[in-house]
T-cell receptor, first 113, second 113 residues
Framework: GDSVTQMEGPVTLSEEAFLTINCTYT??????LFWYVQYPGEGLQLLLK?????DKGSNKGFEATYRKETTSFHLEKGSVQVSDSAVYFC????????????FGKGTKLSVKP | SQTIHQWPATLVQPVGSPLSLECTVE??????LYWYRQAAGRGLQLLFY??????ISSEVPQNLSASRPQDRQFILSSKKLLLSDSGFYLC????????????FGSGTQLSVL
């Protein structure tokens, strides 16, 4: 069945370091892909999304490109800040089910000053 | 603006006791409503979704049930909790239609002892 695999955490970086959180997926058809973020004490919120191959989603300095050939949607940011410390979830939506999402396990990011 | 409320934030319950988690949405009408769970070491898993009052779809067989007594109220219940019901529960809503993004509540950390 459809699934999402993202890199294990936790990830600890220094401020201004480059971030990559890997995400690969298995899906029939052509899913839409998402990154959600959960900041400490808050609910999950959508960070960015891409709906078709080669689309690039971007928001708050984060980017991810929908790579159909490698079935990947890696999250990147050129220079992380302490405020980026959160748990990041990669997800895909499978067809015909009212926008239901399949999530990865989440990757906890801690950014040190 | 739309808001979603979920409570309680944390809950510790003995095995065999009942459960009731409540979620309400404000500022929108006829939303799709969802209950997700994240068990330790696993990704978020869709438990139930609802497209209208009294309409509940279950994604996985389990010890839990859901009800939607009002348009913007979604309740997650159990008659007798199991140890395996421990986890982080998230309520979410989306507008009707396919591939609409989800808006999440802040979650309930349930520990069954």
């Amino acid at each position: 069945g459809d699934s999402v695999t993202q890199m294990e955490g936790p990830v600890t970086l220094s401020e201004e370091a480059f971030l990559t959180i890997n995400c690969t997926y298995t899906a029939t058809g052509y899913p839409s892909l998402f990154w959600y973020v959960q900041y400490p004490g808050e609910g999950l919120q959508l960070l960015l999304k891409a709906t078709k191959a080669d689309d690039k989603g971007s928001n708050k300095g984060f980017e991810a490109t929908y790579r159909k050939e490698t079935t990947s949607f890696h999250l990147e940011k050129g220079s992380v800040q302490v405020s980026d410390s959160a748990v990041y979830f990669c997800a895909l939506v499978y067809g015909g089910s009212q926008g239901n999402l399949i999530f990865g396990k989440g990757t906890k990011l801690s950014v040190k000053p | 603006s739309q808001t979603i409320h979920q409570w309680p934030a944390t809950l510790v319950q003995p095995v065999g006791s009942p459960l009731s988690l409540e979620c309400t949405v404000e500022g929108t009408s006829n939303p799709n409503l969802y209950w997700y769970r994240q068990a330790a070491g696993r990704g978020l898993q869709l438990l139930f979704y609802s497209v209208g009052i009294g309409q509940i779809s279950s994604e996985v067989p389990q010890n839990l049930s859901a009800s939607r007594p009002q348009d913007r109220q979604f309740i997650l219940s159990s008659k007798k909790l199991l140890l395996s019901d421990s986890g982080f529960y998230l309520c979410a809503w989306s507008r009707t239609g396919f591939n609409e993004k989800l808006f999440f509540g802040s979650g309930t950390q349930l520990s069954v002892l």
